[in-house]
């Protein structure tokens, strides 16, 4: 990656002319891209440059906006659209199944007692292709690995995302289609009658059979397969609490997502949490890692 180097002054000037690190980046002519937005910042920081009139995602604190669902963000953007931020584009891809690991690396959903931090990766390179064929998940350091890194030029093979010599992807492999909402509900209410498989309806809805099983409790219990609004979030944590609590104990090793899932199955759909929630309320009892509900297992059976 290109390390800018500019004076404190040059820096100061642009910081005091912007209203977020973007708009230092663009007034000094640098190519907007992750590791660029991070070396500018621990620049700013360094010179101790005045940021306090930065607004950056501050000017929609206290407004909720509704979701967009997953099937309106994981599209292929027009030219010269903005950026869509890679916690939409995280959120939109674990609420189509996709497990919360690297995909690269196999390093689970912990580490060193704490939640895995995950970037979305674009496979050819391209920002503006958020169709999930392209994206992946990655842990920081399986990320800045890969060829497109940072604005890093992607190669030839990459941006087929086809190993160097295989055929060219066909034009169906190029364009992949979404269904409509109507369709999806659909296609659930079949899979709950019976009528078609989790494994075929997780195929034309692109996500995991894991994930349809969740969509189909979330259906049968609320209606509706778009996840629960914060506050409805907030109060089944409160709610079901004691219940994940037990659940993750009797079943030590099994992550955030698995726990939720299970929990679901178990419920008929009623206990609708999803793994993050699940995950804020194994963190607050201090019960994230298998170690830890390990532990808490023995001094409940009375084992020093």
């Not at 369709?183 to 209410?189: A, E, H, K, Q």
Request: with cysteine; glycine share 8%; proline share 5%.
């Amino acid at each position: 990656m290109v390390r800018y180097k500019y004076t404190p002054e040059a820096l100061a000037a642009a910081a005091a002319a912007a209203r977020n690190i973007t708009e230092v980046m663009r007034l000094l002519g640098i190519r907007v891209s992750g590791g660029s937005h991070a070396h500018i910042s621990r620049q700013l920081k360094k010179f101790g440059i005045d940021t306090s009139h930065f607004t950056g995602s501050a000017h929609n604190r206290g407004s909720s906006a509704p979701r967009v669902p997953a099937h309106q963000v994981l599209i292929k953007l027009p030219r010269n659209a903005r950026r869509t931020p890679g916690t939409r584009l995280k959120r939109a891809l674990l609420f189509l199944g996709l497990p919360a690991e690297c995909e690269a690396g196999g390093v689970g959903t912990v580490w060193q007692g704490k939640s895995l931090v995950l970037h979305v990766d674009h496979i050819n390179g391209d920002f503006l292709d958020n169709r999930p064929p392209n994206l992946r998940l990655l842990c920081p350091n399986c990320h800045s690995q890969t060829n497109t890194y940072a604005g890093r030029k992607p190669r030839a093979d990459a941006v087929n995302g086809r190993a160097s010599g295989s055929q060219p992807a066909t034009d169906a492999e190029r364009s992949p289609t979404a269904l409509a909402d109507d369709d999806i509900y659909t296609l659930l209410r079949q899979v709950e009658k019976g009528a078609v498989t989790a494994v075929e309806a997780a195929r034309l809805i692109k996500c995991s059979r894991r994930h349809v099983s969740t969509l189909v409790g979330r259906l049968r219990a609320t209606g509706t397969i778009d996840p629960p609004s914060r506050s409805r979030t907030r109060a089944l944590q409160q709610r079901f609490t004691d219940l994940v609590i037990g659940f993750a104990l009797a079943h030590p090793e099994w992550g955030a997502h698995r726990v939720a899932q299970g929990l679901a199955d178990m419920t008929a759909g009623e206990c609708a949490l999803g793994g993050y929630a699940v995950s804020a309320i194994l963190r607050s009892a201090g019960l994230c890692t298998p170690a830890a509900r390990h532990s808490r297992i023995s001094k409940l059976a009375g084992v020093a």
